[in-house]
T-cell receptor, first 113, second 112 residues
């Protein structure tokens, strides 16, 4: 299995631009999670899906952030408009069970200038 | 709200020395505990987990952890570390029906 695949690995953009991060989970996993990692705040859960349905989005910082999962093999995290404080590494992870092992992608490093 | 505390942000040790990374959680009600490792520029991967049963849990790469309900702790140990163990280690907890919460991480540095 190829594991969780995220793209892009690195993104540099200017404040105000739209950013779209993509994730392909491991086939057969019913849960998909989006995390954000920064030095100041550590790892924060932004949102998670079960069977493509958003279950908990209480970690999404504000309306500028949105996430979708149109099918079992694809999810996006969108930031519009982006701000410098959104600079972070964004991880996607998937799992077959809410208590099961999370399999993480390699992350998307976002820099907003 | 559930929380998990990693008491040390950085732990330097010499190669082949033992190491303990400390983790405490906020409540002992229906708790599930995990340790993840993050190597530089990579995502996290599971080292070990405690769901139920034996309180001593063995994981990959020679790591083990002990669930201590009275101390609300789940410390990670390895009897002899290697240079390749240099990484950041995260303790995580699920309590009740809530979601997984990660600690702030402990950066383990192995000196030759």
């Amino acid at each position: 299995d190829a594991g969780v695949i995220q793209s892009p690995r690195h993104e540099v953009t200017e404040m105000g631009q739209e950013v779209t991060l993509r994730c392909k989970p491991i086939s057969g996993h019913d849960y998909l999670f989006w995390y954000r990692q920064t030095m100041m705040r550590g790892l924060e859960l932004l949102i998670y899906f079960n069977n493509n349905v958003p279950i908990d989005d209480s970690g999404m910082p504000e309306d500028r952030f949105s996430a979708k999962m149109p099918n079992a093999s694809f999810s996006t995290l969108k930031i519009q408009p982006s701000e410098p404080r959104d600079s972070a590494v964004y991880f996607c992870a998937s799992s077959w069970d809410v208590l099961g092992e999370l399999f993480f992608g390699e992350g998307s490093r976002l820099t907003v200038l | 709200a559930q929380s998990v505390t990693q008491l040390d942000s950085q732990v330097p040790v010499f190669e082949e020395a033992p190491v303990e990374l400390r983790c405490n959680y906020s409540s002992s009600v229906s708790v599930y505990l995990f340790w993840y490792v993050q190597y530089p520029n990579q995502g996290l991967q599971l080292l070990l987990k405690y769901l139920s049963g034996s309180t001593l849990v063995k994981g990959i790469n020679g790591f083990e952890a002990e669930f201590n309900k009275s101390q609300t702790s789940f410390h990670l140990r390895k009897p002899s570390v290697h240079i390749s163990d240099t990484a950041e280690y995260f303790c995580a907890v699920i309590q009740g029906a809530q979601k997984l919460v990660f600690g702030q991480g402990t950066r383990l540095t192995i000196n030759p």
